[in-house]
């Protein structure tokens, strides 16, 4: 970045929740449904076996099919993609995000499957500045490590604006010196960043 930017506002956005919306619960609904799996002992046998891993890249996107479809015999490898194509949709934020780029170096910092989430970033990336993915740098909210990573990519003088959906990765970003926002399931934050911007 240019040294014109270094006053600039730096907007750090997560991906599910803000940009996009959340695979939980509505992916797993619609596979324990086309199953005919208790949805709860399902989700809580992937947190308790795979989740971890997926997120942070140490199994790859297809071993997660793979794994999924040992799970679910009754589902095919079409069925259940879809089911993840239908659950991971654009929000209103997405498409605010060119007249932000005008005021401010928009950021990603997101858990996410990179493999999932890049086609949805494709016809805003140039809108974006980096991109970090936890499948990609093996980190995830809300270690400390991941908001140092993202720091050491931005204009240290720059003021820093993260919005994220989880209470939890906000605490964090605040210790790193974040400004932060809550993202609210009906999308009254985005009439917030005007202002912040």
């Known amino acids: 970045m240019n040294a014109m930017n270094r006053k600039r506002t730096q907007l750090v956005l ?21 199953s005919g799996m208790a949805v709860e002992s399902f989700y809580a046998d992937y947190k308790r076996r795979i989740s971890k891993e997926l997120w942070t890249g140490r199994i790859t996107e ?3 099919w793979q794994w999924l479809l040992l799970q679910l015999p009754s589902l095919d490898d079409g069925q259940a ?23 401010a170096d928009i950021h990603i910092l997101s858990n996410h499957v990179a493999e999932w989430v890049n086609p949805l970033l494709e016809p805003v990336r140039h ?17 400390t490590d991941i908001y140092a990573y993202v720091n050491g990519l931005l204009p240290q003088e720059a003021p820093i604006v993260f919005v994220d959906d989880q209470d939890i990765n906000l605490r964090q970003a605040e210790q790193h010196g974040w400004q932060t926002l809550l993202a609210d399931e009906d999308g009254h934050w985005i009439n917030k960043i005007a202002a912040l911007l």
């Open 81 to 103: 993609k879809q089911y993840l194509s239908e659950s991971l949709t654009a929000l209103p934020a997405m498409e605010k995000l060119a007249g932000w780029s005008e005021r």
């Open 127 to 143: 809108h974006l500045g980096t991109v970090t993915l936890s499948s990609e740098i093996g980190m995830k909210k809300p270690s």
């Open 14 to 34: 997560d991906i599910g929740g803000v940009l996009a919306t959340n695979l939980s619960p509505v992916f797993w609904h619609k596979l324990a449904e086309a």
């Open 62 to 64: 297809p071993a997660f």
